[in-house]
């Protein structure tokens, strides 16, 4: 069984920075928590923390983005930037 909690203008993970949503991923299985990262990820959340373990058995993934987003992006040392999409020839 797979749960999460979505927590708006939560912060970012690093520094706490405004304008950052969370999503909290538990799942029983490694598989389900893997599954679900693929999928969070294709909507444009980044991994923060994958495959905790929890005391009992529960697999937790940690994920962020950044509030409003509506376009791929990178969050690297210098900033925050839109990731270029560009047609393969």
């Known amino acids: 069984m797979?749960?999460?909690?979505?927590e708006r203008n939560a912060g970012h993970p690093d520094d706490g920075r405004a304008g950052f949503d969370r999503l909290t991923v538990d799942a029983d299985t490694k598989e389900e928590i893997d599954n679900?990262?693929?999928l969070a990820e294709a909507r444009?959340?980044?991994t923060w923390v994958l495959g905790t373990r929890h005391p009992d058995g529960v697999?937790?993934?940690v994920l962020y983005k950044q509030s409003d987003l509506i376009a791929s992006w990178h969050d690297?040392?210098?900033g925050l930037?839109?990731?270029e999409?560009?047609?393969a020839h």
């Open 2 to 6: 797979i749960t999460s909690i979505i």
């Open 36 to 38: 679900a990262v693929t």
């Open 44 to 46: 444009l959340w980044h």
């Open 59 to 61: 697999f937790e993934a």
């Open 76 to 78: 690297g040392p210098s």
């Open 81 to 83: 930037h839109p990731v």
């Open 85 to 87: 999409v560009t047609a």
